[in-house]
């Protein structure tokens, strides 16, 4: 149940953990018109193609075929997410061109991949595994070797774009530093220790029910990954400060809209579509300080 | 066998296929005084527990403990090699303080200690895993995760180091490329896939035998990840280019070595220790441009 999964309550504030202390989020809930997830946007769908094909560049299929057809085949067959997507996107709001977020965006793609490959990796010791399960055409130990090897790979795409005609080494050393954090123990793989491991995951060792955990598992993951993928963006089109902590924001809302409406599809929620569009109307917030801009684009994310 | 090792006939060149084409090795083998490994030196144990000061600050065992614990374990457990201290050395010896190369020096550690619980991962398919077995403290899902959470974080490290005052952004960003390289695909990972799947993966597609493997994987490597280790130091201590790839190669040959000596301890090599004593002719040769300066510390790092 969305409403479960976020703690909601009628006439209770909703309180996430993750957004940025300088816009909190704090809302009473009302009933708004219920949200369907459709196909693709074509914006999004403009995005992704450009990032593939950037990577159809930086990942040739070459010899020696046995280290990078694997390669290949993890970044291109994992799921796709919007969050590299959103990382362009956010870029073009603050007045750059997407290119310059393009590194970015592949990195968090790549790191998005491996995390996938080694999620579904055969332990010999049982545990929780993401549905659905991806067909296996290399043996464990290949999909181990090639997740290790494409995360490093994705922080020196990102460290090769300095350039510096541009001036923007620190630009890109503060990226590094939020993808870090954003992929690690931390944020996204921390919803894995509370996937797996429960409460006892959490800084604030809260005793969190089994419900509570979800809610605090997308927030590090989907959420926390798309606020960290728009606040990179923002920092590589030279956006500035203020722009950057509204687009993490804005991402934050994404990724948890985009989490929701996933447990929608897949009927693990039944009910509360009202929350999606709350979240929904918190992001929009979030883009007011763009209002003298084109947001049209930024907000086919939260627009299906 | 040593000499099987490194390919070496009597009276043929030795030629090996990673160091910096600056400065390309062959020489004929003459007849030296055998080597042995005695205790570490003074001079390694004072670098070595300068990094791992260093990364018990960044890296204490805090809340949440089921992420931090296996996390100091890890990188405290793994075992030492020269790799991370041989970073500050080249820093030392191009006139820099060691401070200067310890993120770099600790990003190493934490990225070979992340490999080194991946190769020991129990995966339900059987795989070449290397001696010793380490004792497993905690369950196969737990090791993954930490392993994965390490490397990024090892990357936030020396992104963090990044100092406006000193105008090192550019210096960090190359370092970041240098370790991204040397621990991927086409680095140390590399190692593993030779290893795993024969000749195949190597990029020349040159059938090799299984010795010709073995010496090709040290290589990748171990002279891969000194050579680096070197090189890194030398770029943060800020070394001129010619002493940058100087001690690249130095890095190598001292890889090279450790490895040779390392397989003679454990009597995986029973003769040519002649070969060891070349190699280590090939290294000092390298600080030759140091002349002026006081070698006598590198040194210690082929002099045992």
Chains 1, 2 share one sequence.
Request: net charge negative; with cysteine; charged share 20%.
């Amino acid at each position: 149940m969305v409403g479960t999964l976020l703690l909601i309550k009628p006439n209770l504030n909703l309180h996430f953990s993750c957004v940025s202390s300088q816009h909190p989020s704090h809302f009473t809930l009302k009933p708004k018109a219920a949200v369907t997830i459709t196909n693709p946007h074509p914006y999004w769908a403009s995005l992704q193609a450009d990032i593939e094909a950037h990577l159809r560049q930086a990942i040739p299929i070459k010899e020696p075929l046995v280290v990078f057809q694997p390669m290949h085949h993890l970044a291109f067959s994992a799921p796709r997410t919007t969050v590299p997507a959103l990382c362009l996107a956010a870029c073009e709001l603050v007045g750059g061109h997407r290119h310059l977020a393009m590194p970015a965006a592949s990195a968090l793609l790549l790191i998005q991949a491996a995390t996938h490959a080694h999620e579904h990796l055969p332990l010999t010791k049982p545990r929780p595994i993401p549905e659905p399960e991806p067909v296996h055409l290399y043996a464990p130990n290949i999909e181990l070797l090639t997740g290790d090897g494409i995360v490093p790979f994705g922080f020196e795409l990102l460290a090769r774009s300095d350039d510096p005609a541009h001036r923007n080494s620190e630009r890109i050393l503060r990226v590094i530093i939020e993808i870090s954090r954003a992929v690690g123990t931390q944020g996204a793989l921390n919803a894995q220790y509370i996937k797996t491991l429960g409460s006892g995951a959490q800084s604030d060792g809260k005793g969190l029910s089994h419900v509570e955990r979800i809610k605090r598992a997308a927030e590090k993951k989907e959420g926390g990954l798309h606020a960290c993928s728009a606040a990179c963006g923002a920092v590589l089109g030279r956006g500035s400060e203020e722009e950057i902590e509204r687009l993490r924001n804005f991402g934050f809302y994404v990724g948890m809209m985009h989490e929701m409406l996933k447990r929608k599809e897949n009927n693990e929620e039944e009910e509360e579509e009202v929350i999606i569009d709350e979240v929904r109307n918190l992001a929009l917030k979030e883009l007011q300080l763009f209002k003298d801009r084109d947001v049209e684009a930024i907000s086919t994310f939260i627009n299906f």
